[in-house]
């Protein structure tokens, strides 16, 4: 099983990336999908889920400013990130959640990908 985060980079304030997160060895398609971020120094955070039936949930911090959407097949989950800040400077991790239901925290899921670096510039 293999969660593949990509996508990261550095971008000014202002600016958009958006990150993919390519699953493989099994199906995630009735698993909630999570994206989470580590800053350094800091402990890691939820950013923003979406449940098999196509429900999302976001952190305050990134509410209105990031979309999280599936692929048709199930197999790919995205992060849209526009007008980033550079508060939102971290390692962002995708991750498969135990279940069906929309969960915030990272006890709460099971398969983690490898993390992609995201650094916004001033």
């Known amino acids: 099983v293999q969660l593949q985060a990509s996508g990261g980079g550095l971008v000014q304030a202002g600016g958009s990336l958006r990150l993919s997160c390519a699953t493989s060895g099994r199906t995630f398609s009735r698993n909630g999908m999570g994206w989470f971020r580590q800053a350094p120094g800091k402990e890691r955070e939820f950013v923003a889920v979406?449940?098999?039936?196509?429900?999302?949930y976001y952190a305050d911090s990134v509410k209105g400013r990031f979309t999280i959407s599936r692929d048709k097949t199930q197999s790919t989950v995205y992060l849209q990130m526009n007008s980033l800040k550079p508060e939102d400077t971290a390692v962002y991790y995708c991750?498969?959640?135990?279940?069906?239901?929309?969960?915030?925290?990272?006890?709460?899921?099971?398969?983690w990908g490898q993390g992609t670096q995201v650094t916004v510039s001033s």
């Open positions: 991750a498969a959640a135990r279940g069906v239901a929309i969960v915030t925290a990272t006890s709460r899921y099971d398969y």
């Open positions: 979406i449940g098999w039936t196509g429900d999302t």
